[in-house]
């Protein structure tokens, strides 16, 4: 007898290979697969995900592979130690071809081709590259040099690398400058925070059948914390060790000492996020939001202003789903409706394929570089952009590059 019926379960929650029904949507987890489904809406998607051992990367690819639509063809390649030739083979063999045999010219040709083909058939096609932090940086060279592949409109082929923390410290060598300048959006999935852990635990139980939430004392979460350090893999670890350790002393709930005698059995010590691995990343996010502010975005709604923000340079996502750094909550405004991109030379706002667009002047456009001042309409709803490097300037400043350097689209 299993502990799944012991303890009212239908399935066993704590399982180390991933399964998307069990995925829990925590606020960075979701700003992820927010940025995965980017690059269908982006033409030029090149989207990087990172995140340390464990966090749920594969988890979200897996995820993501299984909302996508019938107009997407997607290859996945998992097997990343691998000569520039052996790697278009096997994306070339995901697509469905036997591309062995053939020469590099060969299998760009192929891949062209295919690639041409998909896009007059109106499909878009996605390459998704897991554990990419073992690529070299031949092979990482040979994926840019994909991604410009285009008709005479636009780039046909999206691509998404997924790695371990390697794989950023990868792409900041010097050498690689012109494959980071084709990335639109980076984000690393670091741990799970405290409430975060416990809501994770009472997610996968649930999901599992498990109808309350009483399976673990409430002291045990703290403990759970303290050892697993807000790590999904690690967490299931211990949990599952736990609940093995209850199950045989016939026990309902688990307790502290359940846990205890888990983690004695598994020979842990307190996980290094006590120790300052992890803090680290936090600094590090922490530092950044105590950068200089370069972008002010004023909400308002019918005139009427709900929020004011600021951001340093990088992207913001704006949209009716929480786990966007500009949430407004409306009917008027797609889950993810467009984003801003702030740099040296200010701010560029472009439409995320949103179901309303967005409007300067009753104008609509798709992408622009903004000029303070401008006022971008969403539906009944306002954001106004503010050049705080403009407010900055000290009085009398000659103003330097006033021309007027916007680009936008209609459609």
């Known amino acids: 007898m299993s502990y799944i019926a012991h303890f009212n379960l239908t399935e066993q929650p704590f399982r180390l290979t991933p399964d998307p029904d069990f995925v829990y949507w925590s606020k960075q987890h979701a700003r992820a697969k927010a940025y995965m489904e980017s690059t269908i809406w982006l033409a030029d998607g090149f989207v990087v995900i990172s995140g340390e051992i464990g966090s749920g990367k594969t988890t979200l690819l897996q995820s993501f592979l299984a909302d996508i639509g019938d107009d997407i063809v997607c290859a996945l390649v998992s097997q990343t130690q691998l000569t520039v030739t052996q790697f278009l083979q096997a994306v070339l063999t995901e697509f469905g071809f036997k591309p062995f045999k053939k020469r590099k010219v060969e299998l760009l040709d192929m891949l062209n ?111 759970i914390y ?50 300052g691995v992890f803090g680290a990343v936090r600094n590090i996010a922490i530092g950044t939001a105590a950068d200089s502010h370069i972008t002010q975005i004023e909400v308002q709604t019918e005139g009427e202003t709900e929020s004011v923000h600021s951001f340093p340079k ?81 009085s009398g400043a000659d103003d330097v590059g006033d021309a007027d350097d916007a680009s936008d689209t209609g459609t």
Request: hydrophobic share 35%.
């Open 226 to 275: 303290r050892y697993a350090g807000g790590v999904p893999r690690l967490i299931n670890t211990l949990c599952d060790t736990a609940l093995l350790c209850a199950f045989a002393d016939d026990k309902q709930v688990v307790k502290v000492e359940d846990l205890r005698a888990a983690i004695e059995e598994l020979g842990w010590q307190e996980h290094e996020s006590n120790t």
């Open 113 to 223: 081709m295919y690639l041409i083909e998909q896009y007059t058939n109106g499909k878009k096609v996605v390459l998704i590259v897991d554990e990419a932090q073992n690529l070299s940086k031949k092979v990482l060279e040979e994926i840019r040099l994909l991604s410009g592949i285009e008709t005479h409109k636009e780039k046909v082929l999206r691509i998404i690398l997924a790695g371990q923390p390697e794989l950023r410290q990868t792409l900041d060598s010097p050498t690689l400058k012109q494959l980071v300048q084709r990335i639109r959006l980076r984000f690393h999935l670091g741990p799970l925070d405290r409430i975060e852990l416990q809501e994770y635990i009472t997610h996968r139980l649930k999901v599992a059948g498990r109808e309350t939430d009483d399976l673990f004392d409430e002291e045990c979460y703290e403990v």
């Open 314 to 394: 990088g992207r913001v996502i704006v949209g009716r789903s929480p786990d966007n750094e500009i949430y407004i909550k409306s009917k008027f405004v797609s889950r993810h409706h467009a984003q801003l991109v702030s740099d040296d030379d200010g701010c560029v706002i472009e439409d995320l394929n949103s179901t309303n667009g967005m409007f300067i002047d009753e104008k609509q456009i798709k992408k622009r570089r903004l000029q303070d001042g401008d006022v971008i309409s969403l539906g009944v709803h306002q954001i106004v952009y503010t050049d705080l490097r403009e407010v900055a300037k000290p």
